[in-house]
């Protein structure tokens, strides 16, 4: 069955460093990979969105990186700030399909 | 546009009550789902409508969940007999309707319907 596997600990890290996410899959081949911010009791933000065809997307301080034959995909958050804490979450979907499917999250912390 | 609203915010009940949460999506967005997440688990898939119709719904789901989209705009998503594993974060997002190579995959999440089953 599909699955998507991220960082299952917390990862610390301290203000002004690069922090970087892995999401890894199997059993799937997506058309583009997602990736949402969550903070405690909200719904998922939209962050950035990859297509297969690209290897990498870059906004504002935030870097993704797709290898479909890897399969996975780094997420960067450059001069990393502790309003970036919050947990991460990397989804995958198909164009024109219904379901995205997502990873149970990276939980960020960003020490002043 | 004020985005994707949930009523209520927080539900408490005791096991055995129904319960029915409303999502209201983006007025121009004619899809619609619903999921549930749970702690330290990412959305997990409930449903999704295109329009008013039901077009997929998860084999997890128990047949005590129903959900309905008669519009095509607002969706309620009923859980009878609640149970304790019911308990969890309900979410609704919305997208635009798909158009190749445009941004129809993003979604947009409202900030959920924390149920708790006592």
């Known amino acids: 069955s599909q699955k998507i596997e991220q960082n299952s600990e917390a990862l610390n890290i301290q203000e002004g460093k690069t922090a970087t996410l892995t999401c890894n899959y199997t059993?799937?081949?997506?058309?583009?990979l997602q990736w949402y911010r969550q903070d405690p009791g909200r719904g998922p933000v939209f962050l950035l969105l990859i297509r297969e065809n690209e290897k990498e997307k870059r906004k504002e301080r935030l870097k993704v990186t797709f290898d479909t034959t890897l399969k996975q995909s780094l997420f960067h958050i450059t001069a990393s700030q502790p309003a970036d804490s919050a947990t991460y979450l990397c989804?995958?979907?198909?164009?024109?399909?219904?379901?995205?499917?997502f990873g149970a999250g990276t939980r960020l912390f960003v020490k002043a | 546009d004020t985005g994707v609203s949930q009523n209520p915010r927080h539900k408490i009940t005791k096991r055995g009550q129904n319960v029915t949460f409303r999502c209201d999506p983006i007025?121009?967005?004619?899809?619609l789902y619903w999921y549930r997440q749970t702690l330290g688990q990412g959305p997990e898939f409930l449903t999704y409508f295109q329009n008013e119709a039901q077009l997929e719904k998860s084999r997890l789901l128990s047949d005590r969940f129903s959900a309905e989209r008669p519009k095509g705009s607002f969706s309620t998503l009923e859980i009878q007999r609640t149970e304790q594993g019911d308990s969890a974060m309900y979410l609704c997002?919305?997208?635009?309707?798909?158009?190749?190579?445009?941004?129809?995959?993003?979604?947009?999440f409202g900030p959920g319907t924390r149920l708790l089953v006592l």
């Open positions: 059993n799937y081949s997506p058309a583009y």
């Open positions: 997002a919305s997208r635009p309707p798909f158009r190749l190579g445009g941004r129809e995959e993003t979604q947009y």
């Open positions: 989804a995958l979907g198909k164009t024109g399909g219904f379901k995205t499917i």
């Open positions: 007025s121009e967005h004619n899809r």
